[in-house]
């Protein structure tokens, strides 16, 4: 492929585009002047799939017509429900579809993970995290240092960026988990950082031993 940077280059790109069709499966919300929004938000909230209303509406119908009944009946009875999801996402993380479950909110699940993995003592309780972090992330950061009664000032290691640069370097990130690695109790980076997009090399990451 020779790339070019041309509205006519974008267009030829789209019509052979395997997956273009897939683009009409979504409502895209209309700007002002009523065209079809660009739109590249996928982590915060992504486009609604056309069949979302069908699927809710479906749900509705088996609360109405089941009652309580429908936690175990019916198509597709809610208790079990993370059960029919497994499949699918095993394949998106490349994970057994034993390992993965989908449950909660993002947030809710790092906390459940840091009461697992982040045990902080006097020598090793740093938590090392990428600087602009998604806010929330951030937070539950802060908050579970503080609640094993430590001050994020100090336990809470940033990595960012050089100066005038958008992503970090491995490099850099890797010097600091040795110069740093005897006081950080857990690495919490994100496979894809939401805001710029760099994917982080957890294979050299993990090689540190961190
Ligand atoms: C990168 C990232 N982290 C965390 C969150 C927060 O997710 P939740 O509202 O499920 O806790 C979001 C939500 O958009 C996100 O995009």
Same mark, same amino acid.
């Given at each position: 492929m020779h790339y070019q940077n041309s509205l006519e280059f974008a267009q030829k790109m789209d019509e052979e585009d395997p997956l273009a069709t897939i683009r009409e499966e979504f409502s895209i919300p209309k700007n002002k002047n009523g065209d079809s929004e660009i739109y590249l938000c996928g982590n915060s909230l992504g486009l609604q799939p056309k069949l979302a209303a069908e699927y809710v509406k479906r749900e509705l119908e088996q609360w109405a017509n089941l009652g309580v009944k429908g936690h175990f009946s019916g198509d597709y009875p809610w208790m079990p429900y993370h059960e029919f999801l497994s499949e699918g996402f095993a394949e998106l993380v490349g994970?057994? $579809? $034993?390992e993965v479950v989908a449950m909660n909110t993002l947030t809710a699940n790092l906390h459940f993970m840091m009461v697992s993995f982040y045990r902080p003592s006097k020598k090793r309780h740093k938590i090392l995290i990428e600087e602009h972090a998604f806010p929330s992330d951030h937070y539950a950061v802060e908050s579970q240092i503080k609640f094993h009664g430590f001050d994020p000032d100090e336990s809470m290691l940033m990595v960012k960026p050089r100066q005038n640069e958008q992503t970090i370097r491995t490099d850099d990130l890797l010097k600091l988990i040795e110069e740093q690695g005897d006081s950080i109790a857990l690495v919490m980076l994100p496979g894809v950082q939401y805001y710029t997009g760099q994917v982080f090399d957890m294979k050299a990451i993990h090689r540190t031993g961190a």
């Amino acid at each position: 492929m020779h790339y070019q940077n041309s509205l006519e280059f974008a267009q030829k790109m789209d019509e052979e585009d395997p997956l273009a069709t897939i683009r009409e499966e979504f409502s895209i919300p209309k700007n002002k002047n009523g065209d079809s929004e660009i739109y590249l938000c996928g982590n915060s909230l992504g486009l609604q799939p056309k069949l979302a209303a069908e699927y809710v509406k479906r749900e509705l119908e088996q609360w109405a017509n089941l009652g309580v009944k429908g936690h175990f009946s019916g198509d597709y009875p809610w208790m079990p429900y993370h059960e029919f999801l497994s499949e699918g996402f095993a394949e998106l993380v490349g994970a057994k $579809s $034993s390992e993965v479950v989908a449950m909660n909110t993002l947030t809710a699940n790092l906390h459940f993970m840091m009461v697992s993995f982040y045990r902080p003592s006097k020598k090793r309780h740093k938590i090392l995290i990428e600087e602009h972090a998604f806010p929330s992330d951030h937070y539950a950061v802060e908050s579970q240092i503080k609640f094993h009664g430590f001050d994020p000032d100090e336990s809470m290691l940033m990595v960012k960026p050089r100066q005038n640069e958008q992503t970090i370097r491995t490099d850099d990130l890797l010097k600091l988990i040795e110069e740093q690695g005897d006081s950080i109790a857990l690495v919490m980076l994100p496979g894809v950082q939401y805001y710029t997009g760099q994917v982080f090399d957890m294979k050299a990451i993990h090689r540190t031993g961190a």
